[in-house]
């Protein structure tokens, strides 16, 4: 599974289309085995999605998302959730960053996907 997330400074950003990078998480035995962050596409109705699409992306975790840019995703085969998270390496006291991300895959989609 590879899980994108739009940041802004390193941080989730409000606003997908308008992100500086989108970290993408693939996760593997339920741990993050690779992170990599990529520029997106200039943004356009449906670029976004068919973008992620294209890197293999089954799943985005983003602040906000009109219903439009949802059923895009949704026909991309990429599953969306909308979270209010910060995106920063300690993000709760002691829990690391990849311990973070691997909490969100497991709220998120291992339950509802196994």
Do not use: W
């Not at 975790?61 to 920063?88: D, T």
């Amino acid at each position: 599974m590879k899980i994108a997330i739009p940041t802004e400074s390193g941080n989730l950003c409000a606003h997908f289309g308008h992100c500086e990078k989108f970290a993408i998480y693939e996760i593997g035995n339920d741990k993050i085995i690779k992170e990599e962050f990529v520029s997106p596409p200039p943004h356009e109705p449906g670029s976004h999605s068919a973008f992620l699409r294209e890197l293999g992306c089954t799943a985005i975790i983003a602040g906000g998302m009109g219903s439009r840019a949802q059923q895009l995703f949704v026909q991309n085969n990429i599953e969306v959730e909308r979270s209010g998270f910060n995106f920063k390496d300690k993000i709760f006291g002691e829990l690391s960053h990849n311990n973070y991300i691997e909490m969100i895959y497991f709220k998120f989609f291992k339950t509802v996907n196994s």
